[in-house]
């Protein structure tokens, strides 16, 4: 597992040991940031809730973003995600919650709204949907932001919850992801001059 590209460009990312988590593959990833770069630049916030090596936050930090949240409860893998940001040199943009995604979604209010939430839970969680409405329920997407959804094929998400609507699904083999914008995400047009 690998930081693609970006200013962490060929570091490699240390997972925990076993199956209890789950990277999303290099393959799946390159297909994810592909599609959100058609979407425009990766900058501003982002949030990686279930956050296991911190792949996907930390790519974002490579590609532009100024700033990461990582969401994971085990103290054992929050260690490996600190060690990844400090062999990546990106420590000084994140911060590591050790914390249910429930409980984070529910008192944690950052500073500023997120650019970008991705949620990868753990494989066909049953509980995908009800933190997926956690999330809306928060309002931590800015306007025009993006919440990403790693999903099993055998997990069947809606189109829209209430706040969002689907922009995109793709399945690659055994993985798909889904994007999400919040419903009335068009930014306000900036008056003539």
């Not at 930090?61 to 062999?87: K, M, P, Y």
């Not at 990546?88 to 979604?105: G, I, N, S, W, Y």
């Not at 009800?130 to 094929?153: D, F, N, R």
Request: hydrophobic share 40%; charged share 25%; net charge positive.
């Amino acid at each position: 597992m690998r930081v693609i590209t970006g200013k962490a460009k060929g570091h490699r990312l240390k997972a925990p040991k076993g199956l209890g988590t789950r990277p999303m593959l290099d393959r799946v990833k390159e297909a994810l940031f592909s599609v959100l770069e058609g979407y425009g630049r990766i900058g501003g916030r982002v949030l990686d809730l279930y956050a296991g090596t911190g792949s996907l936050g930390i790519e974002c930090l490579s590609r532009g973003a100024t700033w990461a949240d990582f969401v994971e409860q085990r103290g054992h893998v929050c260690r490996i995600i600190a060690e990844n940001l400090e062999h990546t040199r990106l420590k000084d943009a994140a911060h590591v919650f050790q914390m249910p995604v429930e409980r984070f979604l529910a008192t944690v209010r950052p500073p500023e709204k997120y650019a970008i939430i991705i949620m990868d839970p753990p494989y066909a969680d049953p509980e995908i949907t009800a933190t997926i409405e956690a999330v809306a329920a928060a309002e931590l997407l800015e306007v025009g932001g993006l919440l990403i959804v790693g999903h099993s094929p055998r997990v069947e998400l809606a189109d829209a919850y209430s706040g969002l609507r689907r922009l995109k699904f793709r399945r690659l083999g055994d993985s798909c992801f889904s994007i999400y914008e919040p419903v009335g995400a068009e930014p306000e047009a900036k008056p003539a001059t």
